[in-house]
């Protein structure tokens, strides 16, 4: 079966310095991978994906993330935190190998990330 | 471009009312639909998806159920509320079998008293 995992239920990093947020997942077949981000009381906002190619991927506000095959692991990254990056982030993967539609999304638990002033 | 909306975004509903909170998309043609739900603002459970008008799957038996009138119209009902289904409920959508990330609507905080 397919599961993600997020180890850190609470990352803390000061203004300025760089941000990791880790991502593990198992699967059966090929991972597609995704970050979203959660602001309090509101939806989740896709950040980026991994389907195939490159494994460094770009996305939306300055995040990336690195994809690593031997590790099983999707970390979401920034080179310079903001405050207002503070939220609730979520990584999760589809298994290619099931197929089917979107019920196939599974979801981390999420981990919490406080960015000091 | 494509939204998706919820409504409403808060309710306040006694133990054994009824329930209908509902969700549509503009700007795409058969999307899939998803219904989630979220405890203590954690992580997410998918509670029923869609693939078309009329054809709903449900993931977790439950006192809720849901429904696709139309196309691009999702709705998620009770009978008869429990304490237990208060949370923060949110739906998405996405494109096809394929790659395609769930784009999430603006959720509806329910509590049931």
């Known amino acids: 079966a397919q599961s993600v995992a997020q180890p850190e239920d609470q990352v803390n990093v000061a203004e300025g310095n760089p941000l990791t947020v880790k991502c593990t997942y198992s699967v059966s077949g090929n991972p597609y991978l995704f970050w979203y981000v959660q602001y309090p009381n509101r939806g989740l906002q896709f950040l980026l994906k991994y389907i195939t190619g490159d494994n460094l991927v770009k996305g939306s506000y300055g995040f990336e993330a690195e994809f690593n095959k031997s590790q099983t692991s999707f970390h979401l990254k920034k080179p310079s935190a903001l405050v207002s990056d503070s939220a609730l982030y979520f990584c999760a993967v589809r298994d290619t190998a099931r197929g089917g539609y979107g019920q196939n999304f599974v979801f981390g638990p999420g981990t919490r990330l406080s960015v000091l002033p | 471009s494509q939204t998706i909306h919820q409504w409403p975004a808060t309710l306040v509903q006694p133990v054994g009312s009824p329930l209908s909170l509902e969700c549509t998309v503009e700007g795409t043609s058969n999307p899939n639909l998803y219904w989630y739900r979220q405890a203590a603002g954690r992580g997410l459970q998918l509670l029923f998806y869609?693939?078309?008008?009329?054809?709903i799957s449900s993931e977790v038996p439950q006192n809720l159920s849901a429904s696709r009138p139309q196309d691009r119209q999702f709705i998620l009902s009770s009978k008869k509320l429990l304490l237990s289904d208060s949370g923060f409920y949110l739906c998405?959508?996405?494109?096809?079998?394929?790659?395609?990330?769930?784009?999430f609507g603006p959720g509806t905080r329910l509590t049931v008293t």
């Open positions: 869609s693939v078309g008008i009329g054809q």
């Open positions: 998405a959508w996405s494109e096809g079998q394929g790659a395609y990330e769930q784009y």
